[in-house]
C-alpha cells in the first residue's frame, strides 16, 4: 500500500479539489453584461422574468426571489405568521439558518431526531414533538434527498400546522415524480455557488398560496404596501409601510445570472447523479463505510454526497479521516454539526443528547467532492483517495 501523505508519502492528486463548485460560462457573463447595461440594476424586469421561470420550473403558482436562501426562509416563517411564544419543529442535521430563522421570529425551534437510513427528519419523532404552541415543520431535504413529505404534511393536516420545505439541497428533485417545489405550503430554496444554480446570493420562496406569496414580497420590501411600480403608474409619492420587513430585495443583475444558471440546471443535475452512480458503484463494496440509502419513491438531485465511517471498524476517528483525505488533496467537508450543539444555542439552553440518531450520524458523517465541473480522473481520485485512506485504519 502507497504511504499517505499525512505520513509523507505523495499525495493521490496535485492540486486541491473542494467539495462543491460554481459553473460560470460565457453567457452567464453576457446575460450579467447585458443586466448591467440596461435601466434596473434592481427590482426591474429580470427579477420578474427570473421568478416566473423558476415557479416554471418548479411547479408552483408562485415563486418570490430574495437575496439569500436565509432570507427566504425568514420571509416564510414570517408569512406563515409564526412569532412570539410559538414552536416549530426541525430537524438538528442541517445548516444553521433553518432553524435560525425562527429565532429571527421570536419563536422557539424544537428539534426532531432524524432517519437513521437517510437522515432526514424522522415523521415519528416529529409527531411526539407537537404541543399547543407548535406552528410549523420546517423539513429539509438533505443531501438533496426529499425528506417524507406525505407523512409531515399529513402530521401538519391533522394538527393545523404549515409545512416549510427547506429546499437548498434538492432543486430538480422529485418526490413520487413530483417536483420539489410544488408540494410543501411553503418551499424556500438557496442560490448560493455551492448549491445547484446561483445568482451570487440569492434565494427563492416557491408557493402556491397568492396570499403568502403577496405577503412575503411587501416583506422582502421593508413592509411597504406598494412597490414603486405602481407608484410610478399611479403618479403618487404616497406609500405605507404596513408590517416591519427588511430590504430582501434581490439585484436584477444577479437574477440575470439566475436566468441564465436555470438553463444548465437539468444537465447539471444530470451530472451530479451520474457521479453519485460512480461514487455508490465503487464506495458500496467497501465494509468500513455506509452510503445512507436513496428511497425508491424520489429522486435526489445530489446536492451532497455522504459517506458514514463504521468507527468500530476503524482504528482512528473521522476528524483523522478527514486531515488524511485533505492531505490527498481531496476537498472533504462535514455537514451537519448538530444545530443545537452550537454554543448559541447550548447558551440558550438546549441539552446535548436530545438527538442521539443525529449526534451519532455526525461523529461518522463525511462529504465527498460533487459538482458538475468535476472531471472522471477528480471522480477516481476520490475514489481512490478514500479506498486508500480507509484502507491504511481499516481494522
Ligand atoms: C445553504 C443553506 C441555507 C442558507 O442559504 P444561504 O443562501 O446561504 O443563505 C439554508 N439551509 C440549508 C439546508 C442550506 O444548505
Given at each position: 500500500m502507497s504511504t499517505l501523505a499525512i505520513h509523507g508519502g505523495k499525495p493521490v492528486r496535485d492540486t486541491y479539489l473542494p467539495y462543491g463548485h460554481h459553473s460560470i460560462d460565457e453567457q452567464d457573463k453576457n446575460s450579467v453584461i447585458e443586466a448591467l447595461s440596461s435601466d434596473w440594476l434592481t427590482t426591474g424586469p429580470k427579477v420578474i422574468e427570473f421568478e416566473e421561470t423558476f415557479a416554471k420550473k418548479v411547479g408552483s403558482k408562485y415563486a418570490v426571489a430574495v437575496n439569500s436562501g436565509t432570507a427566504a426562509l425568514h420571509a416564510s416563517v414570517f408569512a406563515a405568521d409564526i412569532g412570539l411564544g410559538d414552536e416549530v419543529i426541525t430537524t438538528p442535521m442541517t445548516f444553521a439558518a433553518s432553524a435560525n430563522c425562527v429565532l429571527y421570529q421570536g419563536a422557539r425551534p424544537v428539534f426532531a431526531d432524524i432517519r437513521e437510513d437517510t437522515l432526514n427528519i424522522d415523521p415519528d419523532k416529529v409527531k411526539k414533538l407537537v404541543t399547543e404552541k407548535t406552528k410549523a415543520i420546517i423539513a429539509v431535504d438533505y443531501g438533496g434527498q426529499p425528506a417524507d413529505i406525505d407523512e409531515l404534511k399529513e402530521i401538519a393536516s391533522e394538527n393545523g400546522l404549515l409545512l416549510i420545505e427547506d429546499a437548498a439541497h434538492s432543486l430538480d428533485a422529485t418526490y413520487k415524480g413530483k417536483s420539489i417545489g410544488s408540494l410543501s405550503d411553503l418551499t424556500t430554496f438557496s442560490l448560493h455557488p455551492v448549491k445547484h444554480i446561483t445568482t451570487g446570493e440569492g434565494g427563492v420562496i416557491a408557493t402556491n398560496d397568492k396570499k403568502m406569496a403577496d405577503r412575503i414580497r411587501r416583506f422582502r420590501n421593508h413592509?411597504?404596501?406598494?412597490d414603486h411600480h405602481e407608484r410610478a403608474e399611479k403618479g403618487t409619492f404616497y406609500y405605507e409601510m404596513m408590517e416591519l420587513g427588511y430590504n430582501y430585495r434581490i439585484p436584477d443583475i444577479n437574477c440575470a445570472l439566475g436566468l441564465s444558471q436555470l438553463k444548465k440546471l437539468d444537465t447539471w443535475v444530470a451530472r451530479r447523479r451520474e457521479i453519485a452512480g460512480l461514487y455508490n458503484k465503487s464506495l458500496s463494496?467497501?465494509?468500513?463505510i455506509d452510503i445512507p440509502s436513496q428511497l425508491a419513491d424520489r429522486e435526489s438531485s445530489w446536492h451532497l454526497y455522504l459517506i458514514m465511517l463504521k468507527l468500530d471498524m476503524l482504528s482512528v476517528g473521522r476528524n483523522e479521516i478527514i486531515k488524511a483525505l485533505r492531505a490527498e488533496n481531496i476537498g472533504v467537508n462535514v455537514h451537519y454539526i448538530p444545530v443545537y450543539w452550537h454554543p448559541y444555542y447550548q447558551n440558550l439552553d438546549y441539552k446535548k443528547g436530545v438527538c442521539p440518531v443525529a449526534e451519532e450520524a455526525y461523529e461518522r458523517l463525511i462529504t465527498l467532492p460533487l459538482f458538475p465541473a468535476m472531471t472522471e480522473r477528480d471522480t477516481k481520485d476520490v475514489i481512490e483517495a478514500v479506498s486508500k485512506v480507509i484502507g491504511f485504519y481499516s481494522v
Open positions: 413592509g411597504i404596501s406598494t463494496k467497501m465494509p468500513s
